[in-house]
């Protein structure tokens, strides 16, 4: 006559089978699983430039206008180089702090102005050479940067080459402001320049 199973037994049975059934991954799952990593990944990376093109527009909304935002930008990083400029030889780890946020700000600027601006400059203001300049000299700007990060912050050519960048910053900054901006937006009518706002701030926040 066979023993009967305990109740214990069945109850660790069960209570094995239970183990398996909360843990087991079948094929379908694991293709559920990863297929949402990835939208979360997808999303994480589309969701700041949608963001910032709807920033964009209500600052556009509320009358913010484009190159008032690019020359706000300059500005900005102008004063980050003064402060710079205003630190001891001692102070390596600020000025290498203060540096990569410099070098955060000009990309971010960068991008939206060789994305979206110096196209239009090109095409809509009709300057060509003009807009392969300011390529140009972005491209310096670059260099120059590289240069800084990669050299220690107490060596003597340090501070001279800041300030070299500096300046030219400062006067690629006025071209903009006082020739090759004022141009663009006369070439553009009014619905163009309040959705360039948009524009901007989606480049700008693939970075930023």
Not at 16 to 37: E, H, K, P, Q, S
Not at 101 to 129: G, S, V
Not at 149 to 171: G, T
Request: aromatic content about 6%; hydrophobic content about 40%; overall charge neutral.
């Amino acid at each position: 006559m066979a023993q009967r199973p305990s109740r214990r037994t069945n109850q660790r049975q069960a209570g094995n089978g239970g183990n398996r059934g909360n843990w087991d991954f079948n094929g379908r799952d694991m293709m559920l699983v990863g297929a949402g990593a990835l939208l979360g990944l997808a999303t994480g990376r589309i969701a700041p430039p949608f963001a910032g093109r709807a920033m964009g527009s209500i600052r556009a909304m509320a009358g913010t206008d484009p190159f008032d935002a690019l020359a706000q930008d300059h500005q900005k990083v102008l004063a980050l180089f003064e402060a710079i400029e205003a630190t001891d030889n001692s102070a390596t780890m600020r000025r290498a702090a203060m540096l990569f946020q410099l070098k955060r700000m000009l990309t971010a600027h960068a991008l939206a102005e060789e994305d979206i601006i110096y196209p239009m400059i090109r095409d809509d203001a009709h300057r060509k050479e003009q807009a392969i300049k300011l390529y140009r000299d972005h491209a310096e700007v670059k260099i120059k940067l590289f240069e800084l990060e990669h050299k220690p912050k107490d060596d003597p050519s340090w501070m001279p080459e800041l300030r070299e960048l500096h300046h030219m910053i400062e006067s690629h900054a006025r071209e903009e402001e006082q020739v090759e901006f004022p141009k663009l937006r006369a070439a553009l009518d009014e619905t163009r320049c309040a959705n360039l706002m948009g524009e901007v701030q989606r480049e700008k926040s693939l970075l930023l």
